[in-house]
């Protein structure tokens, strides 16, 4: 408990450093997935996330450098190229979006898996510093990582603040936005973008297979919260952030599970879990939408209208 | 020593063979069950189950302590039918749409599943990047004794998981066919939708189940729904569409296999590129042959257009 005081209250600066840049890489992609889910886009994160793994294989074949900028530089460029290929065959074939986004999630990770075995097959290629990006490891993440991490966070958040109102107008009303001229395809391109760049800089902390729900769960719990964009934006952001706090946190803190030969608590599980149950109490719990006060207000509803209600 | 009478090592082994023929079965069995998915328009549903079924696995895994594949089935099914129910409870309630709802279920299932597995770690035997990429090499070397022959268990229970697949199919074709293409009319005819619609969820969780020993959580997605949507691509009649969903399955499984083999790695990784790939070409194939015969049917347009007649004016 004295330590996850300690942990929380970010009195050890490395700790600090690395809890700064998740909770800034969750409030990121909070916000970024805020849109993207108003889009109807929440998935395409999860094809971006899975299409990062053979991006970081690639690089690391390509570049003699192995530093992880170089390794993300590398998802984020088959990031994108994933969804220039998804977008292509929407474009060209009577293919369903759905089958689409599924089959390249799939099939990229397949690539990933089949590139890092061969890595791993390779004299002197240990995938050691890959397998991490599967689960993440934020606890053990290097500072200069962690200052990158939150180098990205920093100016994805300021994009979607600079352009709020323009991405406003794109998810609520888009024939509008066109109407009056808004370069509606350009801000899609531009909110893909801000996707491919959370999702990779997600990897390191989350990994692969769970980064999405950074983009997903905490949008879907605000939405419990809110009725504007701003608020909506705003407490995202919040439980992104606490999610991370908390998760990254908790894994750290806790004592490993009596005879656990890894290393004990998963740090993305635990930040997706957390992010799970905010979710599920703001559901219960949210003032106007939320199932407590809905039951609360039928079942008072109902007792009014019997007449033994009207009675008492 | 060289001894004659011991002929040459084949090109694929016994083991080889097995492994590919385990492969064929599994993509087979889930690319049947997964064309129903396509044609509902649920594939991402097939992504999350195959996901969120790892703490039904986990569970079993840590109430049984073995790895038995009935209790992991049971597991799983009851798993797999949740995500399929949560998913659209919160799309009602969370007002969320439906890719989002799946996304926020399957993740938080399958972190707690990762987090149940890391607490199983000292059993070992139970490794969550397996989970993902499945260990389809080491196949051969579970066998269960079948009529006499050794079998590898994998291979034993996708076959079975086949046959029962095909007969289910065969008995509910025309509730399926109904289902899923006019839910409404099914439902003014007496079909049971939900019924059906719950069933599929479950054949689709113990499919991945089955399947996911050897090829993982992630690939076996791939082998879901690219079948399936590929086939789409080529055909719009439903029976040639199973067909050649079945072909392609097995196709993709056995080129995936040996470009693996040829390679030297993951086999269960290139059976999902392979079947990416086939997917992307039919679709380039489809759309290239699609935009020749528009303009060839222009050009014979133009061709064939009466000729404005001189005499009119």
């Known amino acids: 408990m004295a330590e996850l005081l300690r942990l929380l209250s970010l009195q050890d600066s490395s700790t600090r450093v690395v809890m700064l840049s998740t909770a800034g890489l969750a409030i990121a992609a909070a916000m970024v997935g805020s849109l993207a889910m108003l889009r109807r886009r929440a998935l395409v994160g999860d094809a971006v996330a899975h299409a990062s793994l053979p991006g970081i294989c690639v690089a690391w074949f390509v570049a003699g450098d192995r530093s992880l900028a170089v390794l993300l530089l590398g998802a984020f460029v088959l990031g994108l190229a994933c969804m220039a290929t998804m977008a292509l065959v929407q474009r060209f074939t009577k293919a369903r979006e759905d089958a689409t986004t599924a089959i390249a999630i799939s099939g990229f990770f397949g690539l990933g898996i089949v590139l890092s075995r061969m890595i791993q097959n390779q004299p002197g290629g240990n995938r050691a510093g890959l397998d991490g990006f599967l689960f993440g490891k934020a606890a053990s993440a290097v500072t200069s990582d962690a200052w990158l991490v939150l180098a990205v966070a920093g100016m994805v958040v300021a994009i979607v603040l600079a352009l709020r109102k323009e991405f406003g107008l794109l998810c609520f009303d888009r024939d509008f936005a066109v109407g009056i001229g808004r370069p509606v395809h350009r801000l899609d391109g531009v909110l893909l973008v801000l996707v491919a760049l959370v999702t990779v800089a997600g990897l390191p902390s989350v990994g692969v297979v769970l980064v999405v729900a950074l983009l997903v769960i905490p949008p879907a719990a605000a939405r419990c919260w809110s009725a504007s964009l701003g608020s909506m934006l705003a407490v995202a952001a919040a439980i992104g952030a606490m999610s991370a706090i908390i998760g990254t946190g908790l894994s750290a803190v806790l004592p490993p599970p009596s005879g656990a030969v890894g290393g004990g608590w998963p740090t993305g599980p635990m930040i997706v879990l957390t992010a799970a149950v905010l979710f599920v109490l703001s559901l219960l719990l949210a003032p106007e939408r939320g199932v407590l006060i809905t039951m609360w207000r039928r079942h008072r509803g109902r007792a009014a209208d019997s007449p033994i209600g009207s009675a008492g | ?313």
């Open chain 2, 1 to 313: 020593m060289i001894d004659p009478s011991i002929p040459p090592e084949p090109w694929l082994s016994n083991d080889d063979l097995w492994t590919m023929a385990t492969a064929v079965l599994a993509s087979v069995a889930c690319g049947l069950v997964g064309c129903w998915l396509v044609l509902r328009r649920l594939s991402l549903l097939g992504d999350a189950i195959s996901h969120a079924v790892l703490p039904g696995i986990a569970g079993a895994f840590l109430l049984t302590g073995t790895r038995d594949v009935l209790p992991m089935l049971a597991g799983a099914t009851v798993i797999g039918i949740a995500t399929a129910f949560i998913s659209s409870a919160l799309g009602r309630f969370g007002r969320v749409d439906r890719d989002a709802a799946l996304g926020v279920t399957f993740t938080s299932l399958f972190a707690l599943g990762v987090v149940m597995m890391s607490l199983a770690a000292r059993q070992v035997d139970l490794d969550p990047g397996c989970v993902l990429y499945g260990l389809l090499e080491f196949v051969p070397f579970d066998t269960v004794d079948l009529l006499g022959a050794q079998v590898p268990r994998a291979a034993a229970w996708l076959g079975a998981a086949l046959v029962i697949d095909v007969v289910l199919m065969v008995a509910f074709f025309k509730e399926l066919r109904a289902t899923s293409f006019d839910p409404a009319h099914a439902a003014s005819l007496g079909v049971r939708v939900g019924i059906v619609h719950l069933g599929l969820m479950a054949a689709v969780a113990a499919n991945t189940v089955v399947a996911f020993e050897a090829v993982g959580s992630i690939l076996v997605v791939a082998m879901l729904v690219a079948p399936g949507a590929t086939a789409r691509l080529w055909t719009d009649r439903l029976v040639p569409m199973l067909w050649l969903a079945a072909a392609i399955a097995a196709a993709m499984a056995i080129v995936g296999y040996l470009a693996a083999l040829e390679l030297n790695t993951s086999a269960a990784g290139m059976i999902a590129t392979m079947s990416m790939v086939g997917y992307l070409g039919s679709a380039g194939i489809v759309s290239a042959r699609g935009a020749l015969r528009r303009s060839a049917s222009r050009a014979s347009a133009v061709l064939t257009m009466p000729q404005p007649r001189s005499d009119r004016r």
